[in-house]
């Protein structure tokens, strides 16, 4: 049996920042904010997990549709991933015991 050692994949401020259409400094300012999770090498430079793009697109949309400023925009993203896990919670629970989800 073999395995093979590999980096995972992740993209540096560059890819990210043109991957997502944000500023590079709105992107450090979002990660300084802990709205966007980012590795930081020995040199400093920022590396983001492909599952940040995701987050990213969330964050431009609520900023879009509400104009909420940072603040108020972690404090929402906190409150949905919040209720998504209660959701799925929920729904678990419901099928362990056999039940019809309310949807």
Known sequence: ???TLTR???LDLDAFAQAT???PDLTRR????GLLDADQDTTGALWFHPAQLTEAARIRRLRAAFTLN???LALVCDLLDRIAALESATQHHSRRLGERTWT
Not at 30 to 33: E, G, M, P, Q, Y
Request: aromatic letters at 6%; zero cysteines.
């Open 8 to 10: 995972p994949p992740r």
């Open 30 to 33: 979002l990660v300084a904010l």
């Open 21 to 23: 259409g944000l500023h």
């Open 1 to 3: 049996m073999r395995t």
């Open 70 to 72: 940072y603040a108020s």
